[in-house]
C-alpha cells in the first residue's frame, strides 16, 4: 500500500515536527528521539487540558516503516491519570489500522526522588506497553524499564538511562533493547 510509506515520510514527519512545535500551546510534553542501528525511532505525546496527542514513528523489523497516533481524553484522580481514545497505526507492511488505546499512568514527586509508571494497550496493534522509571532528581539521572508486547510476537524489554542537562528540559538517553540485542542512544525534552 503507497499510503503507508507516503504518511510514514515525510507526513509523518511534518505531524512530528508540528506535535514538537506545539509545548508552547501545551499544559505539558514529551518528545525523544532515538537513534539504534535496526530501529530509530521518534515519539512525541503532547497534553493539552483534558486531552492528550500522542504520536510515534520508526522503522520495525526487515526494513518496516511505521507511524501511529492517538487523542486520548483524560481523567485525573489524585495523580492517577486513566486515558482511553481513538488511536491509528500504518506501516508499509500491514497497511492501515484504526482502533482505540486505552492506558493508566501515575508521576510520584518524593523530593529528591521521582517515580512515573505507565501501563498502556493499543487495539491497532494488539499490543501492550509497561513501563517504570525512577529518578534521582538531585543529580539528574534515572532509569527507565519498559516492555513492548505484540500479540503472536516476544515481549521486547527495554532499559534505559538518562542524564537530564542542568537547567533544561533535556536529556540524553542511551539503552539496551533485549530482543533485538542492540544499543540505542537519543535525546529527550519533557516538561512534566
Not at 514527519?13 to 521518534?42: C, H, N, Q, V
Not at 487523542?71 to 485525573?76: F, G, K
Not at 499490543?127 to 539528574?140: C, Q, Y
Request: hydrophobic share 45%; aromatic share 12%.
Amino acid at each position: 500500500m503507497m499510503v503507508a510509506p507516503a504518511i510514514n515520510g515525510w507526513l509523518g514527519a511534518a505531524f512530528l515536527a508540528a506535535l514538537a512545535g506545539a509545548p508552547a500551546l501545551a499544559d505539558g510534553y514529551y518528545t525523544s528521539f532515538d537513534l539504534a542501528p535496526s530501529k530509530p525511532m521518534a515519539v512525541v505525546s503532547v497534553d493539552r487540558g483534558p486531552l492528550t496527542y500522542a504520536a510515534a514513528a520508526g522503522r520495525g523489523d526487515d526494513g518496516e516503516r511505521w507511524g501511529k497516533g492517538a487523542v486520548l481524553y483524560v481523567w485525573n484522580r489524585d495523580g492517577l491519570r486513566l486515558k482511553a481514545g481513538p488511536s491509528v497505526y500504518v506501516s508499509s507492511k500491514d497497511g492501515r489500522h484504526i482502533g482505540l488505546r486505552v492506558g493508566a499512568d501515575c508521576y510520584r514527586d518524593r523530593g529528591a526522588w521521582a517515580s512515573y509508571w505507565m501501563a498502556e494497550y493499543d487495539t491497532t496493534q494488539q499490543a501492550s506497553l509497561a513501563l517504570v522509571s525512577a529518578d534521582w532528581k538531585v543529580r539528574g539521572i534515572g532509569v527507565e524499564l519498559s516492555v513492548w508486547h505484540e500479540r503472536h510476537e516476544k515481549a521486547a524489554p527495554t532499559l534505559m538511562a538518562r542524564w537530564k542537562m542542568p537547567g533544561h528540559d533535556a536529556s540524553l538517553r542511551a539503552g539496551w533493547r533485549f530482543k533485538e540485542r542492540e544499543a540505542f542512544v537519543g535525546v529527550s525534552l519533557s516538561r512534566f
